[in-house]
Nanobody
Framework: QVQLTESGGGSVQAGGSLRLSCVAS????????MGWFRQAPGKEREPVAG??????????YYADSVKGRFTISQDDAKSTLYLEMNSLTPDDTAMYYC?????????????????????WGQGTQVTVSS
């Protein structure tokens, strides 16, 4: 049974930083694409960053709004996905979700399934005040 457990959210002032973590279990870590999505109140869930393990490199995706500020990475030994978030703004306020499995992570497409990825964490809240 695949489980994704996020942590690291919180409240910060604009310009601050946070690092989100997502510990994965129930499958061979690195076998699936993984990524981060976010959903603000009244808005649709949107992809923030995605990572696709390839033989010699890892294809990544970043939403235009976070390019240069957010970095996705993974530690295979710890079965953990990270999202380093810097220069946060109030527009980054949302519930952040870790996702894994087949589906779309922005422009990163994994497997034959299209649409939202298959597996989800419970989410971690990020609130940025001005």
């Amino acid at each position: 049974q695949v489980q994704l457990t996020e942590s690291g959210g919180g409240s910060v002032q604009a310009g601050g930083s946070l690092r989100l973590s997502c510990v994965a279990s129930g499958y061979t870590f690195g076998a699936y694409c993984m990524g981060w999505f976010r959903q603000a109140p009244g808005k649709e869930r949107e992809p923030v960053a995605g990572i696709k393990p390839e033989r010699s490199y890892r294809e990544t995706y970043y939403a235009d709004s976070v390019k240069g500020r957010f970095t996705i990475s993974q530690d295979d030994a710890k079965s953990t996905l990270y999202l380093e978030m810097n220069s946060l703004t109030p527009d980054d306020t949302a519930m952040y979700y870790c996702a894994a499995g087949g589906g779309d992570y922005g422009t990163v497409q994994c497997g034959p399934k299209r649409g939202l990825p298959h597996y989800w964490g419970q989410g971690t809240q990020v609130t940025v005040s001005s």
